[in-house]
Structures are given as structure tokens and as C-alpha cells.
């Protein structure tokens, strides 16, 4: 029988409580005074209070924390496991859930009657409480709950424009999809158990060397996680999903999902051994192929944010190869999956932000056509989506030139110098699709001003320098990065 | 191993030999009386009258799906009863947080209207 809860325990499970809490506070409040406007105040409250009880964790590397014996955290019996690194991941996952709640503000929130207020608010705490719980997955049980629990309300959330074809439509296409792939987890982590006995990471390296069962098992367990994070050819529900969701939602799907998929696959990423680097390798090259060549042809600038995406998962993998050409670079390919994460988290957060805002100043429309020349007329979100782009593009001086730069030093130092040049010609291709988001902002003509007058958006216009100067910041003085 | 299934195959013939016994009694010795009542649906004691495709609201299927999560959750409790007595005062206090937290949910459901199905 488990015993009393441990310090490790209370220090990964108190950001949880804090979320949770959240939940419950708004839903009593909601239950009897549901024409009080509290929910985005305790909402804001819940996020706070689990950014500052994950706060010491991030900033331990290198120092045992009080009272817990070495790093990383190992909680509840081993079911959880996080490092520093993790957990600076883990506050932009909560980042990225108070930019997705301060840019709905103004829009989502006054869409229909108090009861979708709610459901967004109490979504916004739950969807990322899931987020933290996939990223310290250590056991089958807690990365299956994290999943759901993070895509349950990112479904919901989707659709949260109910009256509009294209949310719903998303919702749906992301519902079917993911419970599909649900599907393809549980029965893989079934399989698994069934060959080797394990519910731990462990079980990965069994099943390497067990029989056909656990083998089918371990290719159901990376086609869930793989279709989570969108690599190809798991990623064609993303265009379609990222477009129809309202922006600040896609916004969190982008980073926080992502980054929880990630480091998610990352602990459950085989040892090197009979799989080989070649498999990884071959996985990102096809997703970065593919996600270019889409997004070269796409007019709606949410769906070539959204590729973009599905090509940062993808280069994400090319770290994978590295781990699996080089046993034992095990440290530094996690922190340089924790800076690449934290690098795209905050630029793709500053381009969705940023879009969601000059979206409304186009009448709800993001086309390239009804997006002519807006980045001249709204100079500050013109120049924050510019910037962004410029980022997830890997100019240097950016965050996400150096997030690209570590993962490709990981695979030269691997010894793929090959697979690292095949890797940066794939991206110098999509800088054609970036560069045109940039001729549309300021090379066009103005398109005429469509559909109402936008309303002044002060809390989101200030909350959108947050992941701007981080994208700059993290740029040019990436030094809080060997905390990673 | 396979004889493990010897059972399970021998049930097997017993349900068959069984159903299609009774059947063939039933056909030989059984005196057929049609009637109007007998030929009817069956509908678990309604009388099936109308369109079958027939409007109804939508909040019964809220009061369905509430059901079975509330189920679900109740199966949890068999799980900490059957360990009651082990689990002592910490695990009374452990179940009594989930139902206190379980009852939150109902209560916002109760309030916000979601148990009128036939609104």
C-alpha cells in the first residue's frame, strides 16, 4: 500500500492542485452566482498559483532541492518524473493557457450565454493541468491520463464557436481523430504489457528485444504519441483543426500540446539499439518534406502556421536520431528538446496572438487576400506576427534560430553530418512560405477594412509583448538555456 | 493448452443442442393462437404507437450521458468499500475528498439547469 504523500510528490503534484482548485472554485461560484463575472480572475489565479508552485523546480538545476533527493523528481511511486528543464516547459504550457484565456477575453467570452463562459475558463486550467501531466509521464496510467485529459477539453475548446462551420468542423475532425488515436495508445500500451510485463519506460526497451507482440505494441504506442505531436503521416488533421479553432485556442494547441507530445516521446524515445537512428531520421525528413510542400499552396495564413507546426514537430525528431546515433547523449538532447520547445512554444504563441488580432481587424478573416498590407496599418501586431515568423523561420538573432541550431549541433556531434545537412536544406525550403507571410503583411496593397470595427484590445495587445520579447530575449542572450 | 478450452466447448454444445431442443418442442407440442397483441413490437411494455421518428428533446440524451458518469464514478467506491476497514481514517478522508469533489460537478450541473430534461 502507498504510503503517505512524499515532498517529491507534493512539489509535482502541487501545480495540479492549484489547477484543479481552480476548476472547482469556478464551478461552485458558477452553481450560485452565475451572473457574477468571476471565472477569468480565478482562472488567472488557479494558472498563477501553479506557475509559482512549479517555479522552484524550474529553477533547481544543478541544486538538490530541500528535502527531495536528486533530480529529476520522481513522484508517486515513479508514475511521474520531471526535470528542471521539464518544468521550464511546463510553465509554458501554463503560459500559453493564460495568453489563450487574456486573447479571449474580448472575443470568446462574449460569444453566447455565461454557460460557454464557464466551459471556456474551467477548459483553460484542465487542458494544461494535462499538458504536465503527459510531459512527466513515467507509466503507462499517467500518460494516458494526460493525454485525455489534455485533448478531452482542447475538443471542446475547438468547437467552442458553435454557430461556425469551421469550429465545428474542427472540433469534430479533432475529436474523431484523436479518439482514434486514443484508441491506437491504449491498445499499444495493452500489447506491451501483454509481452514484456511493464508499465514503465522500461517497457520500450523489453519489447526491443521481446517478441512480436510487444514489438506490434511499441508501433501502436509511437503512432499515438506521433499523432499527438503531428508527424507525418499523422499530421493532416492539423490544417484543417488549427484553421476552424478559434485563434487563441490554436494558439495553445500549438505550443502546449505540442511541447507536452514532445517530451512526452522523448521519455518514451527507445535506448539506442536495433531500431537505429535511420527510422527517426527518415520520419522528420518525410514530415518536413511534406508539411513544406503543403504549406507552399495554402492562401489561409492559419494553415500555414499550422503546417509550420507540423515541420517543427517534425525537426524536433531529427533530436530522436541523435539520441539514437549517440547512446549517452541522453542530457544534452533533452536540453536541447527543452530549448527547442520553449523557442517554438513562445514564437508560434506570439504568431497566433498576433494574428487573432489583426484577424479581427479583417472582419474574422485570415486569407492572405483579406490580410493585405494589415502589417503597415497595425504596425505593433503587424510587427509582432513579423517577428514571430522570422523566428519560427530561424533567422539568427531569434529564439528559434537557436532552437534549430542546438537540435542540428546534437545530430553533427551524433555523427550524422548527413542526415543535419538533408535536415537544414528542408528548412532553408520553408523559408519560401514564411517570407510570402511577410510580402503579404507589407508588400500588398491595403485590402479595404471588412466587416465591423474591431473593439479595442488592451489586455491582449499588452500580453503579446510577453512572447515577443522572449522570442528576442531568448534570441540574442540564451544563457537561461544551461538551465534547461 | 488446448484442452484449457474443453469446457467452453462442451458449453458451447449444451447452448445449442439446448436452444434448438426447446425450440422443436415448442414447435411440436405447442398449440399456435395468433392475436392482434402477439404480433406487435415488443417494447419493453409501451405501446408502440406512431412515428418512429418522433422529436424529442435533446437535454435527455445530457441526462443520459450524466447518468453514466455518475455510474462510472460510483464504481469507484466499490473499489475503496472492499478495502474500507484497511484503509482506516486516511482512506475514509480520501474517498470523502473525491466525493466532495465529485459533488461539486453535480451541484453546477443541478443549478445550471442540466438534469430538466424536459425543458
Request: net charge neutral; proline share 6%.
Amino acid at each position: 500500500m502507498p504510503g503517505p504523500l512524499t515532498p517529491s510528490d507534493w512539489l509535482l503534484a502541487a501545480p495540479l492542485l492549484w489547477l484543479a482548485g481552480g476548476v472547482v472554485a469556478i464551478l461552485v461560484l458558477d452553481a450560485f452566482r452565475p451572473a457574477a463575472r468571476h471565472e477569468a480572475g480565478l482562472a488567472f489565479l488557479a494558472l498563477l498559483g501553479a506557475a509559482w508552485s512549479l517555479w522552484p523546480l524550474a529553477e533547481a538545476a544543478g541544486e538538490p532541492l530541500e528535502g527531495i533527493p536528486g533530480l529529476p523528481v520522481r513522484a508517486f511511486s515513479g508514475m511521474l518524473e520531471a526535470s528542471p528543464g521539464n518544468a521550464v516547459v511546463g510553465l509554458l504550457c501554463l503560459g500559453a493557457a493564460a495568453l489563450a484565456g487574456i486573447l479571449s477575453l474580448r472575443s470568446l467570452c462574449r460569444l453566447e450565454s455565461g454557460r460557454h463562459r464557464t466551459a471556456l475558463w474551467t477548459l483553460l486550467l484542465v487542458a494544461p493541468a494535462g499538458m504536465l501531466v503527459t510531459l512527466a509521464s513515467s507509466h503507462f496510467a499517467t500518460l494516458f491520463l494526460g493525454i485525455e485529459t489534455l485533448s478531452l477539453p482542447l475538443y471542446v475548446l475547438s468547437a467552442l464557436r458553435r454557430t461556425e462551420e469551421g469550429s465545428v468542423e474542427a472540433g469534430l475532425k479533432y475529436f474523431l481523430l484523436g479518439a482514434f488515436a486514443s484508441g491506437f495508445l491504449v491498445f499499444g500500451m495493452a500489447l506491451l504489457y501483454a509481452g514484456t510485463g511493464r508499465m514503465d519506460p522500461g517497457a520500450v526497451t523489453a519489447a526491443l528485444e521481446g517478441g512480436a507482440l510487444a514489438r506490434a505494441g511499441l508501433g501502436f504506442l509511437y503512432a499515438g504519441l506521433l499523432f499527438k505531436l503531428a508527424i507525418a503521416p499523422f499530421h493532416l488533421w492539423v490544417a484543417d483543426v488549427y484553421q476552424g479553432a478559434p485563434t487563441p485556442i490554436t494558439a495553445l494547441m500549438a505550443a502546449g500540446t505540442k511541447a507536452a507530445a514532445a517530451l512526452a516521446l522523448l521519455h518514451w524515445a527507445p535506448p539506442a539499439g536495433p531500431l537505429g537512428s535511420g527510422a527517426w531520421a527518415l520520419l522528420a525528413c518525410a514530415t518536413l518534406a511534406l508539411a513544406n510542400l503543403t504549406a507552399l499552396n495554402q492562401e489561409n495564413l492559419k494553415r500555414i502556421l499550422a503546417l509550420s507546426g507540423v515541420a517543427h514537430a517534425g525537426l524536433l525528431l531529427f533530436a530522436l536520431a541523435a539520441l539514437q546515433a549517440a547512446p549517452g547523449s541522453g542530457a544534452s538532447v533533452e536540453a536541447a528538446v527543452n530549448f527547442y520547445l520553449v523557442a517554438y512554444g513562445v514564437s508560434a504563441l506570439a504568431a497566433f496572438g498576433a494574428l487573432e488580432l489583426l484577424e479581427r481587424r479583417a472582419g474574422g478573416h485570415a486569407e492572405a487576400s483579406a490580410l493585405r498590407g494589415l502589417g503597415r496599418r497595425f504596425p505593433v501586431a503587424g510587427g509582432i506576427l513579423a517577428l514571430a515568423v522570422l523566428s519560427l523561420a530561424g533567422i539568427p538573432g531569434t529564439a528559434g534560430f537557436l532552437g534549430k541550431y542546438f537540435v542540428f549541433a546534437e545530430l553533427v556531434r551524433s555523427g550524422e553530418v548527413g542526415v543535419a545537412l538533408l535536415g537544414i536544406l528542408l528548412t532553408l525550403w520553408s523559408f519560401a512560405y514564411y517570407l510570402r507571410i511577410l510580402v503579404v503583411l507589407y508588400m500588398k496593397d491595403a485590402a479595404p477594412a471588412g466587416g465591423p470595427p474591431a473593439v479595442q484590445d488592451t489586455p491582449a495587445a499588452v500580453a503579446l509583448w510577453v512572447p515577443a520579447v522572449l522570442v528576442v530575449l531568448l534570441g540574442v542572450w540564451p544563457a537561461p538555456a544551461h538551465l534547461l | 493448452m488446448l484442452a484449457a478450452y474443453a469446457p467452453l466447448l462442451a458449453w458451447l454444445v449444451l447452448v445449442l443442442v439446448f436452444v434448438t431442443g426447446l425450440l422443436w418442442v415448442t414447435d411440436r407440442i405447442g398449440r399456435p393462437r395468433p392475436a392482434t397483441g402477439k404480433a406487435d413490437t415488443y417494447e419493453c411494455g409501451m405501446e408502440p404507437v406512431g412515428d418512429a421518428h418522433r422529436r424529442f428533446s435533446v437535454h435527455y440524451y445530457l441526462v443520459a450521458v450524466l447518468f453514466i458518469l455518475f455510474d462510472v464514478e460510483a464504481l469507484f467506491l466499490i473499489l475503496w468499500a472492499l478495502q474500507a476497514r484497511e484503509l482506516g481514517t486516511p482512506g475514509l478522508l480520501e474517498v470523502g475528498f473525491f466525493l466532495a469533489v465529485l459533488a461539486v460537478g453535480w451541484l453546477h450541473i443541478w443549478r445550471r439547469g442540466g438534469l430538466e430534461w424536459d425543458r
